[in-house]
């Protein structure tokens, strides 16, 4: 087999039909972006939820003197005695790894903090809030049930927060945009095919003379239908690598640049270089594995040797 005639015939072709050439080189390539910025927001979900849920803490709100009316602190403030029991109780269990206690004073520091710059701090005083103990847990997806049960309407306790529920939605959010760019992925992957069955299916009508000769002649049927298997791959190909390219400039400008410098997260929230790198190998394989296949079934259909 003479490799340098078939690359002669693949570069042939491509000339011939370089505006269609050229759309599906643009439509592969959008495609694959779009898979991949698919891929790196599911890694950028996973590394926010690995950081985030390992500082989720439970919180055990105690009970205040105007707390009365609550059914969950009928008695009133919480006790030295049931304050000292509620601590020790929480440091024993298991699934807790360590626990905080923020007093009123702590809790209003806090608060002025915060809201240095409006007025509701100057309405509000350190009896208004609550003392509470924060406790870390060893598994913060699976422990929060056992500790909120052991407090939930404990003597003392007015309320056990988990940090949990602020995460999840915004989770949710995140993963409604994954949701969405692989669906629009999938219909551009969709397009990307159909283009690709009509660029070899032009091109094996616009060389069908050479195909009957070289049929004539005795060349394999692989033989004739490389040239055009190479046509799919250096399209699907370069499309992968425009997508690449998309996909270091989006996380240079957007992760980078701007997310970072917006956003005072801890740096192992954010994916890295190696995240980019192996979702760049990934769409470069579905793009050459999608255009040569497409290309060798269209070519069963449409090129008869």
């Known amino acids: 087999m003479r490799i340098s005639l078939v690359v002669s015939e693949a570069a042939t072709g491509l000339r011939r039909?370089?505006?269609?050439?050229?759309a599906a080189v643009l439509v592969i390539s959008i495609a694959l972006a779009l898979l991949g910025t698919a891929n790196l927001i599911r890694q950028q979900i996973n590394e926010m939820q690995k950081?985030?849920?390992?500082?989720v803490e439970v919180s055990l709100f105690l009970c205040r003197d105007i707390d009365s009316d609550r059914?969950?602190?009928?008695?009133?403030?919480?006790?030295?005695?049931q304050r000292a029991q509620i601590q020790q109780d929480l440091q024993e269990l298991p699934q807790v790894s360590e626990v905080f206690y923020e007093s009123k004073q702590d809790a209003f520091e806090r608060f002025q903090e915060q809201f240095a710059n409006s007025e509701i701090a100057d309405n509000i005083t350190a009896d208004d809030l609550?003392?509470?103990?924060?406790?870390?847990?060893?598994?913060?997806?699976?422990?929060?049930?056992?500790?909120?049960s052991a407090f939930e309407g404990r003597p003392g306790v007015e309320n056990v927060v988990d940090m949990r529920s602020f995460f999840d939605t915004v989770f949710n959010v995140l993963n409604g945009f994954q949701v969405g760019a692989l669906g629009v992925a999938f219909v551009a992957l969709i397009a990307t095919v159909l283009l690709i069955v009509v660029v070899i299916r032009v091109a094996a009508f616009s060389r069908r003379r050479e195909t009957s000769i070289m049929r004539l002649v005795g060349a394999s049927n692989l033989y004739i239908q490389l040239p055009f298997l190479l046509e799919g791959a250096f399209a699907g190909l370069v499309g992968g690598l425009l997508a690449c390219v998309a996909l270091v400039v989006g996380k240079y400008l957007l992760i980078d640049r701007l997310f970072r410098e917006s956003f005072a997260f801890n740096e192992a929230s954010w994916i890295d270089w190696g995240h980019v790198v192996t979702t760049c190998g990934i769409v470069m394989s579905i793009g050459l594995l999608v255009s040569i296949v497409v290309s060798y079934l269209t070519l069963l259909k449409y090129l008869r040797v």
């Open 71 to 81: 059914a969950t602190c009928p008695d009133g403030a919480v006790t030295d005695a």
């Open 17 to 22: 039909n370089l505006t269609m050439t050229v």
């Open 51 to 55: 950081f985030w849920l390992g500082k």
């Open 130 to 148: 609550q003392e509470s103990f924060r406790a870390k847990l060893v598994d913060p997806e699976n422990d929060y049930n056992e500790v909120a």
